[in-house]
């Protein structure tokens, strides 16, 4: 994974002092790397039954797309509000500075279904539980929580205890 760490740019001080910012625009534009990272998420899930990949908007959608075409399952996207056309579930959560929502389609996911919550980064976990949440509200059943990149730092895990968490590549400070 050292390989696939050192395509990410770190940008110092971005959005604000003191925050060291993981752009993954630069591992993204490499093909052989593109491809060394969706093997490797994808090839944690290989011997798990999904019916059901979720992405998080925004950069979720990179990842959730191809590891659904190459699972064999489908992709259901969870959207900020106003995004999704028919009738939606809703979870809101606790930002640094305020709260967010995130929305699903009511009829996206059956009863049971199985479903695998990607995304590029967890940090302090809240995106992912408030997902989390809305698979659950929705009926379906959560096998495991994908990420590309995990900042340890931030305990983000800590708030999806209980569920199978899986980062590629983990920043310790």
């Known amino acids: 994974m050292e390989e696939l760490r050192n395509m990410i740019r770190e940008v110092p001080d971005f959005p604000k002092p003191g925050i060291n910012f993981y752009d993954i625009t630069t591992l993204l534009k490499d093909p052989k790397g593109l491809r060394r990272t969706l093997n490797h998420m994808t090839g944690h899930y290989n011997d798990t039954d999904i019916d059901t990949i ?4 925004s950069r979720g959608f990179i990842f959730a797309v191809p590891m659904a075409q190459h699972l064999g399952t489908g992709f259901v996207p969870v959207r900020k509000p106003g995004k999704l056309p028919h009738v939606t579930a809703s ?55 994908a990420f590309l990149c995990e900042l340890t730092f931030l305990g983000g895990r800590e708030k999806l205890d209980g569920y199978d968490v899986h980062s590629l590549i983990k920043y310790d400070d």
């Open 54 to 57: 979720i992405g998080i908007e």
């Open 91 to 145: 979870a809101t959560y606790e930002l640094e500075y305020g709260t967010d929502t995130l929305e699903i389609h009511r009829d996206a996911i059956g009863d049971g279904h199985k479903v695998l919550i990607v995304d590029d980064l967890l940090a302090t976990g809240g995106t992912a539980k408030a997902c989390a949440d809305l698979v659950k509200e929705v009926g379906g059943d959560i096998v495991g929580l």
